[in-house]
């Protein structure tokens, strides 16, 4: 029998049949699991307030709790998410979540800042981990007809889950305290990893293309699950997998690609992890009220929610490369509006939702665009370490934020500063070469 054939007649008939209920179940726990990292992250943000009055921390001090775990995000990304392109999928999702509840549940103990910024450096680590693999689990579990949406459907739970944490924050940190938020995220992240343990298995694309121990029990299972014909051998294992997944990235085929988007997302994180780090803060310093200048934090995600969601219907008209440049161009002069005219409180929430509709919604067609970018077997590495150079970008901003801050330049300055970056993204994306993104 040839194998070969056989395996690629069976991923042909997944890519044009309707994706089955244990397809859509691997989708839901990725959103799922986005939106537990939206809560984990965002958390830090809204509690910023609480946190710096209690420890008498400068803005400086501040923007390095913000970028302990932008800093820790980035070990992740580059150090524990390529290993799921070896070890599986399902392996780094265990040993992520362990380090995010570890890091968040720990937080009801701590006494010091030092404490603190160790502590979300151990919980950017489960998340550096796991959103890249995510974003692969996403794709490798759809039809062909929903996978760019599915993809970005995934994103959107991160603004979901940053949604509920400002409702929960600004109920719970006034009325017990700022740790309470933090100990209820852990316990999230631990349900999340009783939930992976259960429920998750790596895709057939892994196991074909892999070929661990048991591969074929496990295909099995798998086609059993996904209400497909079972089949009595392996499928040829594809001689691409014989090169180092971090050598395929540089290869004639993907080279140029790889470095515009290095570019691309260390520009999008260095303004968009800014304006999610500090835009709570900058409300309240402006003189509302917590639970008011939460709400504005609330606003932002609502607009990357609906920005992310949107992304993918549009991108089925325009394609990837036309829409994220549209969404970038969009929030840089969004942003130019925002810090540079006088607003009433009704315009801020509007231009708010705005730059969250643009500036995250736009951001996030990164994680399709990987993801068609590089194929199954390099592409945990390539959205990886994509990321992982990215958030050198999301550990520079919210720290250079704080020192401009400190040195008293204006709203109208900061904002214009941090809306070029954005232009860089998108003229990044629209100039790649692969014809997989179009």
């Not at 994706?19 to 943000?45: E, H, K, T």
């Not at 794709?139 to 949406?149: T, Y």
């Not at 549009?314 to 394609?319: D, N, R």
């Amino acid at each position: 029998m040839n194998k070969e054939p056989q395996y690629a007649a069976l991923k042909n008939l997944i890519d044009n049949k309707p994706m089955s209920g244990f397809q859509i179940l691997m989708v839901a726990i990725c959103f799922v699991l986005n939106m537990n990292d939206g809560i984990d992250v965002l958390i830090v943000s809204f509690s910023s307030a609480d946190i710096a009055a209690e420890m008498a921390l400068s803005k400086v001090q501040l923007g390095y709790i913000f970028s302990a775990g932008l800093a820790g995000m980035t070990i992740g990304a580059l150090g524990i998410a390529p290993m799921a392109d070896r070890l599986g999928r399902r392996k780094i999702f265990i040993v992520s979540l362990f380090l995010i509840s570890t890091g968040m549940l720990l937080v009801w103990f701590c006494d010091s800042y030092s404490q603190l910024l160790l502590l979300r450096l151990v919980t950017g680590l489960g998340i550096g981990g796991i959103l890249p693999a995510m974003a692969a689990t996403a794709s490798e579990f759809s039809n062909a007809k929903n996978r760019d949406f599915n993809v970005g459907l995934v994103q959107a739970g991160w603004p979901v889950g940053a949604i509920f944490t400002g409702l929960f924050c600004a109920y719970t940190i006034p009325e017990f305290g700022w740790r309470y938020a933090f100990l209820f995220a852990g316990i999230l992240s631990f349900l999340m990893l009783i939930a992976v343990v259960v429920f998750m298995t790596d895709s057939l694309d892994y196991l074909v293309k892999k070929q661990p121990e048991g591969a074929l029990e496990k295909m099995n299972s798998l086609l059993n699950k996904m209400k497909l014909a079972t089949i009595n051998v392996l499928p040829e294992k594809p001689l691409e997998t014989t090169e180092k997944p971090f050598k395929s990235l540089f290869t004639k085929e993907f080279k140029v690609d790889t470095f515009k988007l290095w570019v691309a997302v260390f520009f999008g994180f260095l303004t968009l992890y800014t304006i999610m780090s500090w835009v709570p803060n900058i409300a309240k310093e402006a003189g509302l009220p917590f639970q008011m200048a939460t709400y504005v934090g609330i606003a932002l995600n609502i607009g990357a929610a609906f920005g992310t969601i949107s992304l993918g219907i549009v991108a089925k008209k325009l394609g990837l490369r036309k829409t994220v440049f549209t969404y970038m161009l969009s929030a840089f002069v969004i942003m130019i509006i925002y810090g540079n005219v006088t607003l009433s409180p009704y315009l801020i929430f509007a231009l708010i939702f705005l730059i969250g509709i643009f500036v995250q919604g736009g951001f996030n067609g990164i994680y399709p665009t990987l993801a068609r970018v590089y194929p199954t077997e390099i592409r945990s590495t390539g959205v990886g370490f994509a990321v992982g150079i990215g958030r050198f970008g999301a550990i520079l901003g919210p720290t250079l934020f704080g020192l401009l801050s400190d040195q008293n330049l204006s709203i109208g300055a900061l904002f214009t500063i941090f809306s070029i970056p954005l232009v860089i993204m998108g003229i990044s994306v629209f100039s790649l070469k692969s014809n997989r993104i179009d």
